[in-house]
Each structure stands twice: as C-alpha cells, then as structure tokens.
C-alpha cells in the first residue's frame, strides 16, 4: 500500500510539473522544439489521409484494376495520384517502402487516350506526363502489349513500371484540400 501511494504522489507531482512548465495547447511550446504545432481539429485532408505540400494522398489497402481504383478516387472527391515534381515522387515511394505495398501501386499514369502513341496521360484527360521515374529504360521493355497503365513497383525500388490495366494492385489517390477535383474525371 505504501508503494502504490508513494507512486500515485510521484505520479501526480510530475503531471503537475509537467503541466505547470508546458502549456501544450499554446504553439509556442511546440516552436521552442522546433516542430509545427499539431492541428487536432480543422484538418486539411479527410481521415486516413496524408497531407505533403498541398495535397492529400490516400494509400489503399484494397487492391483493384486500374479502372476502378480511378473510379474509387473520383467518388472520395480525388484521382489516381498524378506525379508533378521529384520531391512529390521521393514522399510517395518512401511511404510506399515504409508501408511494404506488396507488388505495386497504380497511379494515374496511363496511355489509353491514345495507345498508338508514345504519350503519356494523367487520369482520362490530354493532361500528358513530361517528367518520368522509369527504372531502367522501361519503355523499351514495353514496347507491344497490353501494359497501358503505370504504377509504382516494388521490384523497382518503387519506380515506375507499366502493367495490364486489368491487374489488381495496390493504387493512390490525390485531392487538393477544399477543392473538388473534376480535371481527371
């Protein structure tokens, strides 16, 4: 009984140290360590979601064909992620890592619009890629066949790959915060 008690005045003597000298809900105490103050409410991206420099990216935990994880994206207000910078692509294939996502994970990157040509598309519109994180020369790999759809592959490292459409992978979506998307619609 002694001990209980000589620990529940110890515990109850730091909480109120501790409460005392940090005001946790005040920025400020955040700032001296130099870490951005937590937002608990007012979030920008929806629940299960992870906000990088602008964005929202949704990792699935379901696994579908292209088509219908574009379709999926589109009814959380998104669209299969679309890769505009290198720094974009470093967050995506390290969370891609840290999560272990067996195989791959679709992104937007596709030829359907035009699979004649050698262009690349974002989602279902003339929105063309210009900038590539193919693994080793992947296109010459790819030249006949059925692979009109791109994604991120384990095997490369997560670098890009092209696959059949109608494979089950892992997939990414993307929205802006606040804005509702119907450019890759």
């Known amino acids: 009984m002694r001990t209980f008690l000589f620990v529940w005045i110890i515990f109850h003597l730091i909480k109120i140290q501790v409460t005392e000298t940090y005001n946790w809900r005040s920025s400020d105490g955040f700032q001296r360590f130099g870490h951005v103050s937590a937002r608990l409410t007012d979030r920008p991206c929806p629940h299960g979601w992870l906000h990088y420099q602008g964005s929202c990216y949704y990792f699935s935990r379901d696994r579908l064909e292209w088509w219908r994880a574009l379709v999926k994206c589109i009814r959380m207000d998104g669209y299969l992620v679309s890769v505009e910078e290198g720094h974009e692509n470093t967050f995506i294939r390290r969370h891609l890592m840290m999560f272990y996502v067996h195989r791959g ?20 519109t003339s ?27 384990q095997s490369f490292n997560y670098h890009w790959h092209v696959d059949n459409c109608a494979q089950k992978n892992y997939y990414i979506c993307e929205l802006k915060p606040g804005k509702k998307c119907y450019c890759h619609i």
């Not at 596709?110 to 699979?115: E, W």
């Open 127 to 153: 929105s063309e890629c210009r900038r590539f994180d193919w693994f080793s020369h992947e296109l010459l790999h790819n030249k006949k066949g059925n692979k009109y759809c791109g994604l991120f592959w």
């Open 105 to 124: 994970a679709w992104m937007g990157l596709n030829k359907l619009v035009c699979p004649e040509k050698d262009q690349w598309f974002w989602g279902v």
